[in-house]
């Protein structure tokens, strides 16, 4: 080999090291920002999980309280009211179906004393 092919060779083989240089260089640049990224996400991740154990926490003393009074007597109370909710109910509409009984005579009944004092003008 010629020295001009031993430099003609050294500088391709340069140019393939600079390549692999700058190649080298992107990728640990990537490897870079990906991990600043997973720490981003590693930061968020941690908050997330605060939050969540608060709320698990908090979760925890509401079902403590519920089973302190009993969840049992809770329900129980409920379809009390739930029965005295429907007995009202059937109670205004017995109220009002009779107000409209009552109505109804009340109409026919002053109708009929209208007809009677017409009656009593003409007659007299």
């Known amino acids: 080999m010629t020295t001009k092919e031993e430099m003609v060779k050294i500088e391709e083989d340069a140019k393939e090291l600079v390549k692999n ?41 509401i079902i403590k309280v519920i089973n302190d009074i009993g969840s049992a007597s809770i329900f129980e109370k409920l379809g009390e009211l739930d029965e005295k909710t429907n007995s009202i109910s059937k109670k205004a509409e017995e109220l009002a179906k009779k107000n409209r009984q009552r109505f109804i005579l009340l109409i026919g009944g002053l109708s009929l004393v209208i007809c009677l004092e017409i009656v009593m003008l003409i007659v007299k």
């Open 21 to 61: 240089l700058k190649s080298l260089h992107e990728q640990v640049g990537s490897y870079k920002q990906a991990g600043d990224e997973l720490e981003k996400a590693t930061t968020q991740l941690g908050a997330f999980i605060e939050d969540t154990q608060k709320l698990t926490e908090e979760s925890h003393k």
